[in-house]
T-cell receptor
Framework: DTAVSQTPKYLVTQMGNDKSIKCEQN?????MYWYKQDSKKFLKIMFS???????INETVPNRFSPKSPDKAHLNLHINSLELGDSAVYFC???????????????FGSGTRLTVV | DQQVKQNSPSLSVQEGRISILNCDYT??????FLWYKKYPAEGPTFLIS?????DKNEDGRFTVFLNKSAKHLSLHIVPSQPGDSAVYFC???????????FGGGTRLMVKP
């Protein structure tokens, strides 16, 4: 059973298109995230979302928008794709700390987006 | 401005020897640190963590050491195995449940 699943795994699209990447977690976690791995392999937070709050990294262009139909899903919608959006995007989830014990994040396997 | 840095992009070690991966951070608010392991075409998987109240945490072949005064942590793998070959990410947060800031990763290659 895949704990955090992302689809599609690969996405090739032309500049100017609008695309979505889907993410689902079956762990019952409270919080979900989108990370972007850039060409230098850094994982940068884009969004975090739980049923209470959406936190947006202020460096993320507003062409990117997270959409959460329910607690188990956090999809990433991208408008007017640009060449610089090419990267690997990781979805992740985590459970709020309980009793001072943290469990870290569970990541999806990534979506490689190529904008041509 | 990188708050978490892994200055060695790659490391090559012979099987059976010790692998030491290093990580430095600048944010003094960070008090929780994690190591992730990532194979190609897969997402990072959680490996081991340490909070700032400790200076060492051990789990099997993996040990993480934290030097708060130097703002430095390291991951030791003993003995190294070829299956350990992967990219290792260091991550930190201010508070165990808060968002993580990742380093750039170190690619470990364990030679048979």
């Amino acid at each position: 059973d895949t704990a955090v699943s992302q689809t599609p795994k690969y996405l090739v699209t032309q500049m100017g298109n609008d695309k979505s990447i889907k993410c689902e977690q079956n762990l019952g976690h409270d919080t979900m995230y989108w990370y972007k791995q850039d060409s230098k392999k850094f994982l940068k937070i884009m969004f975090s979302y739980n049923n209470k709050e959406l936190i947006i990294n202020e460096t993320v262009p507003n062409r990117f928008s997270p959409k959460s139909p329910d607690k188990a899903h956090l999809n990433l919608h991208i408008n007017s794709l640009e060449l610089g959006d090419s990267a690997v995007y990781f979805c992740a989830s985590s459970q709020e700390v309980q009793g001072g014990i943290a469990y870290g994040y569970t990541f999806g396997s990534g979506t490689r987006l190529t904008v041509v | 401005d990188q708050q978490v840095k892994q200055n060695s992009p790659s490391l090559s070690v012979q099987e059976g020897r010790i692998s030491i991966l290093n990580c430095d951070y600048t944010n003094s608010m960070f008090d929780y640190f994690l190591w992730y392991k990532k194979y190609p075409a897969e997402g990072p998987t959680f490996l081991i963590s340490i909070s700032s109240i400790k200076d060492k945490n051990e789990d099997g072949r993996f040990t993480v050491f934290l030097n708060k005064s130097a703002k430095h942590l390291s991951l030791h793998i003993v003995p190294s195995q070829p299956g350990d070959s992967a990219v290792y990410f260091c991550a930190a947060s201010a508070g165990a449940g808060n968002m993580l800031t990742f380093g750039g990763g170190t690619r470990l290659m364990v030679k048979p």
